[in-house]
């Protein structure tokens, strides 16, 4: 079994759950900001979303406020705040650190993922890890890639197959 099904994850709701919910699913997961220069990423996610959800992709916000404070509302601000502004339909998680004394055990294992310019530690917001429909981490994307990017739509594609 993957690494990742069994880590804890609470959602902006306040359920409690495990990764393993996304299991058999293509997920990006994202750690997201709603005052941060990348937060308009959050229309390209869901719009993402919207396009390849019927084929088993998912994404899931990952709020966080480490960097810049840039996330310092309560978890149901944030919820309001991207329903509000975007639309946003995808899950979210409760606020968590990326990096850290208090990583979040998420984090802990997608950071394990080593690619190009982006080796360990979560650098910024909106930093995107793809997990294939297997669990296992396939593709790491800088904040600066936004969602309807070719880079990602391919690799979403390769994986939904």
Same mark, same amino acid.
């Given at each position: 079994?993957?690494?990742?099904?069994?880590?804890?994850?609470?959602?902006?709701?306040?359920?409690?759950?495990? +990764?393993? !919910?996304?299991?058999?699913?293509?997920?990006?997961?994202?750690?997201?900001?709603?005052? &941060?220069?990348?937060?308009?990423?959050?229309?390209?996610?869901?719009?993402?979303?919207?396009?390849? !959800?019927? %084929?088993?992709?998912?994404?899931?916000?990952?709020? &966080?406020?480490?960097?810049?404070?840039?996330?310092?509302?309560?978890?149901?601000?944030?919820? #309001? +705040? &991207?329903? %509000?502004?975007?639309?946003?339909?995808?899950?979210?998680?409760?606020?968590?650190?990326? !990096?850290? %004394?208090?990583? *979040?055990?998420?984090?802990?294992?997608?950071?394990?993922?080593?690619?190009?310019?982006?080796?360990?530690?979560? /650098?910024?917001?909106?930093?995107? +890890?793809?997990?294939?429909? *297997?669990?296992?981490?396939?593709? !790491? +994307?800088?904040?600066?890639?936004?969602?309807?990017?070719? #880079?990602?739509?391919?690799?979403?594609? /390769?994986?939904?197959?």
């Amino acid at each position: 079994m993957t690494p990742l099904y069994p880590i804890p994850l609470t959602l902006n709701d306040g359920t409690a759950t495990d +990764f393993g !919910r996304f299991e058999g699913k293509v997920v990006l997961v994202v750690n997201v900001a709603s005052n &941060c220069g990348f937060t308009p990423q959050y229309a390209g996610l869901e719009a993402l979303y919207e396009k390849f !959800r019927d %084929r088993g992709f998912e994404v899931l916000g990952v709020p &966080c406020n480490q960097f810049a404070g840039q996330e310092p509302g309560s978890d149901s601000d944030i919820a #309001e +705040f &991207c329903e %509000r502004n975007f639309g946003v339909t995808f899950a979210l998680t409760v606020k968590a650190d990326v !990096r850290g %004394r208090n990583q *979040h055990p998420l984090y802990g294992e997608l950071t394990k993922f080593k690619t190009g310019l982006l080796p360990g530690l979560v /650098k910024w917001n909106f930093e995107k +890890f793809l997990v294939s429909r *297997h669990g296992e981490v396939v593709g !790491r +994307f800088a904040p600066t890639v936004e969602p309807d990017s070719a #880079e990602i739509i391919d690799a979403i594609e /390769k994986e939904l197959g």
